[in-house]
């Protein structure tokens, strides 16, 4: 049961730091980009865009968590994983959440390709074969 949870922590780690940092560090730059004024040194790290991005999606997160966690096993028929005993092993309600949560990830990573007002996050999407690996090989391993 522990090493089974090791393997899910490392896993969600992997998608959420390494192969998303990987996967938009090689975007490569636009003109759009290029043309840009760069910021001055007094201006915030995280835009209030990205502040609005990363709100929205966290709470966009915590409600489709939420809602499977607490009538998930209504949605999709299944036995509820809240009430097993503590060292019983995975349950199907409890698999479901994890891959949804997982998925939410790794979505998040094509909505984080554009931070600057652009509407369109696959726009130049297949220009960069190293985050299209990332996504595929995350989504297939998943």
């Not at 990205?50 to 809602?67: A, C, D, E, P, S």
């Not at 005993?85 to 790794?106: A, D, K, R």
Request: aromatic share 10%; hydrophobic share 45%; net charge neutral.
């Amino acid at each position: 049961d522990s090493p089974l949870k090791a393997v899910q922590m490392l896993w969600v780690n992997l998608i959420m730091d390494t192969f998303a940092s990987l996967a938009l560090a090689t975007e490569p730059p636009t003109e759009a980009l290029l043309m840009r004024r760069p910021y001055g040194r007094n201006k915030p790290l995280i835009s209030s865009t990205m502040t609005k991005n990363i709100l929205g999606h966290g709470v966009y997160q915590l409600i489709i968590i939420f809602t499977l966690l607490f009538v998930g096993e209504q949605i999709f028929d299944i036995d509820s994983g809240r009430n097993a005993p503590l060292h019983s092993p995975p349950s199907e309600h409890y698999t479901i959440i994890f891959n949804t949560f997982v998925m939410m990830q790794l979505f998040n990573e094509i909505n984080a390709r554009k931070i600057h007002g652009e509407r369109n996050v696959f726009d130049g999407i297949f220009r960069n074969p190293i985050f299209c690996s990332i996504v595929l090989g995350t989504f297939a391993i998943q």
